[in-house]
């Protein structure tokens, strides 16, 4: 059961350069993942950002479908949508820590990712979740991946600025005389 006490949400941040952005969905649940698309796009749109969209076949296909796109450097961050139901077998907890895993990898491996796959008992619970005029999680896994980029980019270490002064050593030489 869910706790009737308001939960905060953070604000999201308008980014300079606008950040572009990839929404990778597994459309499982056609109707869940078309809410989920709306409010993620209407999130980074409304933060200025910018979005492009792909889809994958589930849940499982997500982590693997950021990182060859993250390969491309076109994206400052990711945005994982889909929605997994408790069925009868364990198959819901394969596809719910796995694909969770995978994100968490990659994300501390550096990639912006704000995770809105849904794992839910119900489709009544991903109705709620996924409608952009009730809980709106698109929305809030998209506004998860900007504050990540805001961070990424406050964080990243600034190139460092070679001395003019200093001599440059050839690769393969023994000492300064051999400089370029």
């Known amino acids: 059961m869910a706790s009737t006490e308001e939960h905060f949400a953070m604000d999201a941040p308008r980014l300079d350069p606008a950040p572009h952005l990839l929404l ?3 459309p499982f649940y056609r109707r869940i993942a078309d809410w989920l698309i709306e409010g993620a796009s209407s999130a980074i749109e409304s933060a200025g950002g910018t979005v492009e ?7 499982l296909e997500l982590p693997t479908a950021i990182r060859l796109a993250s390969r491309t450097g076109r994206y400052d961050g990711f945005v994982a949508l889909g929605c997994v139901i408790r069925g009868a077998t364990t198959h819901y907890e394969t596809v719910c820590n796995d694909s969770s ?3 968490t990898l990659l994300g501390l491996d550096g990639l912006c990712i ?16 996924a409608d952009p005029a009730q809980m709106n999680k698109g929305g ?3 506004i998860a991946a900007l504050h990540l980029i ?5 964080f990243r270490a600034p190139a460092p ?11 393969g030489t023994a000492g300064p005389k051999d400089t370029a």
């Open 140 to 142: 809030g896994a998209a």
């Open 114 to 129: 704000g995770n809105g796959i849904l794992t839910v008992e119900n489709m009544d619970q991903a109705v709620e979740r």
């Open 53 to 59: 969209a792909i889809e994958v076949p589930g849940a």
């Open 161 to 171: 600025v070679a001395d003019p002064q200093s001599e440059i050593l050839m690769a």
């Open 101 to 103: 895993r995978g994100i």
């Open 24 to 26: 990778v969905t597994a």
């Open 150 to 154: 805001a961070l990424d980019r406050r």
